[in-house]
């Protein structure tokens, strides 16, 4: 999936855990805020409709460069 600059992508729990390697629970964990495991920094999910919830991909691609930077060191 690619990005444009007019519509942007959704996606759901499945592709978030996918792209980063974790369980689909770990991300639920990630995101909120009653959890231990509660990641301030990490995208916030949004209401698509009553019963979906997604995060904007641009979201996480720069979730993922701030990991990768931080690894690095920059």
């Not at 990005?3 to 991300?27: F, H, M, Y």
């Not at 964990?29 to 990641?39: G, L, M, Q, T």
């Amino acid at each position: 999936m690619t990005e444009n600059n007019t519509t942007p992508i959704i996606l759901r729990v499945s592709e978030v855990a996918k792209r980063l390697g974790i369980s689909d629970a770990a991300v639920w964990y990630k995101s909120n805020p009653k959890s231990r495991h509660y990641c301030e920094d990490f995208p916030k999910p949004f209401k698509v409709s009553a019963n979906v919830t997604g995060w904007l991909e641009s979201e996480v691609n720069e979730y993922i460069r701030k990991l990768a930077a931080a690894r690095l060191g920059e």
